[in-house]
């Protein structure tokens, strides 16, 4: 790898702290720990309506077997009227970034 030492000063405002891309990492899986998202908290992340949700992520046999609780997974399917669907924020984060080429290959 070529290198170009330069002696260069470059202001952090008071207000920002520099770290590494590891601890950034580090910092938002932390703020996800713990934290369960409900089918509101899953629209607005992903940007879309729980029906595309449903027909392109939930439901689709190759990630259902990954995703349902009932199989390991780390979502709550409801099984009556009056369930809600619970996410683990932590997992489902890691699975929508990991699985996005292949989520929108399925739908538009």
Excluded: H
């Excluded at 998202?37 to 449903?54: A, F, H, P, T, Y």
């Excluded at 392109?56 to 199989?71: G, Q």
């Excluded at 619970?86 to 489902?92: D, E, L, P, V």
């Amino acid at each position: 790898m070529q290198q170009l030492n330069v002696n260069l000063t470059i202001p952090i405002p008071a207000d920002s702290v520099l770290i590494s891309k590891v601890e950034l990492k580090e910092l938002k899986r932390q703020e996800l720990a713990g934290v369960y998202w409900n089918m509101k908290d899953l629209e607005s992340r992903v940007g879309r309506k729980q029906e595309w949700i449903k027909e392109n992520i939930l439901y689709p046999s190759r990630f259902r077997k990954i995703l349902d609780s009932d199989n390991g997974g780390f979502v709550f399917y409801p099984r009556s009227k009056g369930q809600t669907w619970s996410f683990q924020a932590t997992k489902m984060s890691e699975f929508l970034e990991e699985n996005f080429s292949l989520i929108f290959k399925g739908g538009s």
